[in-house]
DNA sequence: GAGTGGTCTAGACCACTTC
DNA sequence: AAGTGGTCTAGACCACTCC
């Protein structure tokens, strides 16, 4: 009896390419079938390598992309936790003020992020100055504390960007959001400050990731502390 | 009394944190300097990595979020080239048929992988059914070469995975955009079907973050193959 | 077959959080 | 100080393109 002795521990010959695909989804499986539920943490780096057999590399590419896909947080020195987007519905909590408010934020999260990545590659040195002028009002505005005008100088922001993007339907949507958008109230100034300057800087410098990070972090934020004030 | 023994080869100058973000703004520097111009090749990656000093993860990482941002295009087994995004313009050939399409297309990659990443968080069995039954519907009028319903069968497996978004913003704009849309005629069916196979099983596994990159991929593809037909 | 990008491994050191 | 994630290095092998 010849049995072709392989000192491989199996002929487990997956030449796979794509371990991180194949990890997120493994991970997103598990999320789906409740062995993970939101609020739970997922196994330390080192674990997970060695329950999958593979690099530290392949799992940091598959945690970044649960990440950027909303399904977990990872806070750095802790650990990684499963996200409560799925599961719990399409926000349904009822019709209210709050939940339309939230959804208008998606919106523009989906316009204003594709927007600010082309007006990183497209604006012109003088749209860009008209931003920084509009930056500085808003600056001003907020020392001075006339609160009221804030709304609408954040609102021309916005829409300068859009007009710097080369595409008017852009700038027509946004125009006819206008009187959607959320007031701005009480809201941490220095931080909506400090989240502008970094999508100028973004399309200053021509970076359309940097660009479209940033809006995204500056409207998810805004929608994080919209509903911490929602919830007063 | 604990000596660190480390062998250090020599001092090394710069614990530069975030090498990859300093590199990105290097080269994209040289593009708006002029000293790198659309079409022009970039070193390969061994050089790039012998020039600034760094291993070839940092260098990997910079060219993937020029990729990213549009700044660059890597084709495998050649290099990595300069796109002419910036430079020359927001694509202000004229106000014609060809452009206005072309900023269609443009609004709805912003609008439509935002879509496609929150349906793929909150889509229900039930509408995940619909989208693959408008994907079926899709394949028999193209098999049958019903070309003239397979528009409006097209818009309606957009429209089903918005409605899947739980967001009625989404749809309503969706539905406002129905008549502007790209009829389709003598495009290349295979491909098209390959992208919305794509986009479904992302959604139906749940995947946002592959759910985004698919539908990117689909609606810059369309927008290709629209310009293609168009210069004929 | 040579050249170039794509993926993966193993390991080192840094930074943040908690005890 | 211990634990965990963040960044970076060096090197191996695979896949695609072109000659």
């Known amino acids: 009896m010849t049995t072709i002795s392989v000192d491989e521990p199996h002929r487990e010959q997956k030449p796979q390419r794509n371990l991180a695909q194949k990890l997120v989804q493994e991970i997103l499986q598990k999320i789906e079938s409740k062995v993970l539920v939101p609020g739970d943490k997922l196994p330390k780096e ?22 950027a896909s909303g399904n977990v947080e990872t806070k750095h020195g802790i650990g990684t936790f499963v996200l409560n987007n799925k599961g719990q519905g399409p926000m349904d909590l009822s019709f209210d ?18 927007i ?16 920084r002028k509009a930056l500085d009002a808003l600056r001003a505005i907020d020392r001075n504390g006339h609160v009221s005008d804030a ?3 954040d609102f021309n922001f916005h829409l300068l960007i859009a007009k710097s993007a080369g595409n008017h339907y852009f700038v027509d949507i946004m125009q006819h959001m206008e009187n959607s958008l959320v007031p701005r109230k009480r ?10 300057e970094e999508v100028y800087t973004a399309i200053e410098r021509g970076d359309s990731y940097a660009a479209r990070a940033a809006m995204r972090l500056h409207l998810t934020n805004s929608r994080e502390r919209f509903l911490k004030l929602a919830r007063q």
């Open 46 to 67: 080192a674990d997970i390598m060695q329950e999958h057999g593979v690099s530290r590399t392949v799992v940091r590419e598959a945690l970044q992309r649960l990440q």
């Open 187 to 196: 809201i941490d100034v220095s931080h909506v400050n400090h989240e502008h």
């Open 116 to 131: 600010a990545g082309l007006a990183a590659l497209r604006r012109t040195d003088e749209q860009l100055v008209e931003i």
């Open 97 to 114: 003020y709050v939940n339309d408010a939230v959804e208008i934020l998606e919106l523009r999260i989906g316009l204003e992020v594709e």
């Open 151 to 153: 709304g609408s100088a």
